[in-house]
Nanobody, 127 residues
């Protein structure tokens, strides 16, 4: 079992930055790929970023490439999402998720590949 708790969301002006954190419980954190997803009102959940279990590979959704950075600290059992140059269209509830390391990279973009989810944190980008 892995429990995930996000923090760091809030209200920020366009062009601003936020860093989201996802703290995990359990001693098996390093055996999971960790992803960030977001869901805006009236829209489906969408993939944002993923980092593999060892931290050696990262993938990003096209809308956030060059602006967002995902990282992980296995010693602190935490994954981060640094969000820069935020836009109003980034407004959503952001959730972290864990997928067992056996999941192939071709499936990382699919929410169905993830076994555990956090409760989400609201990010609002507005002037």
């Amino acid at each position: 079992q892995v429990q995930l708790v996000e923090s760091g969301g809030g209200l920020v002006q366009p062009g601003g930055s936020l860093r989201l954190s996802c703290a995990a419980s359990g001693r098996t954190f390093s055996t999971y790929h960790m992803g960030w997803f977001r869901q805006a009102p009236g829209k489906e959940r969408e993939f944002v970023a993923v980092i593999n279990w060892s931290g050696t590979r990262r993938d990003y959704a096209d809308p956030v490439k060059g602006r967002f950075t995902i990282s992980r600290d296995n010693a602190k059992i935490t994954v981060y999402l640094q969000m820069n140059s935020l836009k109003p269209e980034d407004t959503a509830v952001y959730s972290c998720a864990a997928a067992f390391r056996g999941v192939d990279g071709s499936r990382w973009l699919s929410p169905g590949s993830y076994d555990y989810w956090g409760q989400g944190t609201q990010v609002t980008v507005s002037s």
